[in-house]
């Protein structure tokens, strides 16, 4: 809003014909103070915004009107940095995305701004719901609903087939791929659904055609997660094996392997693919494979090493994204408190 409101001040004082001087005059300042304004330096103090709205003709809501982008701008950041959204700026964010669905321009990202917005939402009940259920169960441990909801807060596993089948996901991306056959990500969502669901064949013959428009690690990778579900084991691991011998330089590679070593309770060699992943990333790094060492440190108990993984997904967090704050940060500083209180109850 700084941005917005000095250069509103700007276009309004120039249209009036002013300069900054004569602009402080009227409004008893300094011209360095306007200039602080329109450089974004400074916003006007509220007393004065009367004064200064009456003087450059418009209403102090037309003063502080915002352009599209930067509504945008503001949703984006509520979404990506915020733990909880108040019910003021969710109903906001929500109506301007809905009046923006009709604007050809902006029409795409504002409706994947809704659905993140209400995952976002989602995720705030989920976390709630937890909290109460774990409450819930203090107080009647054998009592199954609560078991029920704690699962269902956390997003846990629910072994029932007729729930927990993917047959809806798959039937939309089998009519996706068929009509986007050349977007090769879709074909690996769907190899995700069929290997979940163990049908390996479909699998199979999906990974034929992805390997047809996009020659890559993926072959070996899916290649060997279906052999793992058809229960080869061997076969498997030989062409996770050959992954990384054909692909030695693709980061993206290694810590696919170590993916499937953390699968297989294979800790020890996981923490050594995800971290030759991790040394072969470019600039900025994703903090994937540091977490996945801290969750594998956090298994083994060994609490001191997966708070020092933590630190350093905050120091990258801000060497290479320039995050210090906001949930991302939060959530990782609060995993290390947690560790640091296990520690601390092992100890006593």
């Known amino acids: 809003m700084n941005i917005e409101i000095g250069k509103k001040i700007k276009t ?75 019910n003021d700026d969710f109903n906001y964010a929500e109506k301007f995305l809905k009046e923006k669905r009709n604007d050809n321009e902006k029409k795409s990202q504002c409706i ?60 939309y991306y089998k009519n996706f791929v068929s009509n986007h056959p050349d977007y090769w990500p879709a074909y690996k969502w769907l190899m995700n659904y069929f290997i979940a669901d163990g049908r390996c064949t479909e699998a199979r013959e999906t990974l034929e055609k992805l390997n047809t428009i996009h020659p890559s690690y993926l072959y070996q990778l899916y290649g060997g997660l279906i052999y793992k579900e058809e229960g080869n084991l061997a076969e498997a691991l030989a062409l996770w094996e050959q992954m990384t011998d054909l692909y030695p330089d693709e980061w993206l590679a290694w810590s696919s392997r170590g993916d499937c070593m953390a699968k297989l309770c294979r800790y020890d060699e996981a923490i050594a693919y995800y971290s030759k992943g991790y040394e072969l990333q470019p600039n900025p790094k994703y903090s994937d494979s540091l977490e996945a060492i801290s969750h594998i440190y956090e298994i083994q108990g060994k609490y001191d090493k997966a708070i020092e993984k933590l630190h350093e997904i905050i120091t990258l967090l801000e060497s290479d994204w320039k995050i210090t704050e906001g949930k991302t940060v939060d959530y990782y500083k609060g995993e290390k408190d947690n560790l640091k209180r296990k520690m601390l109850n092992n100890t006593v």
């Open 12 to 86: 309004l004082r120039l249209q009036k014909g002013m300069t900054q001087e004569e602009l402080a005059t009227k409004l008893n300042m300094s011209s360095q103070a306007i200039s602080k304004w329109e450089n974004n330096v400074t916003m006007p103090d509220i007393q004065t915004l009367p004064s200064l709205s009456v003087i450059l003709g418009v209403t102090i809501d037309e003063l502080f009107a915002l352009t599209d982008d930067t509504h945008i701008e503001r949703i984006e950041n509520m979404i990506y940095t915020e733990h909880f959204i108040s």
């Open 112 to 171: 994947t701004l809704l659905a993140e917005l209400h995952i976002h939402r989602s995720n705030e009940h989920r976390e709630l719901a937890s909290h109460y259920a774990k409450d819930a169960l203090i107080l009647d441990p054998n009592k199954k609903s609560n078991h029920n909801a704690l699962r269902d807060g956390e997003n846990g596993v629910m072994f029932d087939w007729n729930f927990s089948n993917n047959h809806k996901l798959i039937a």
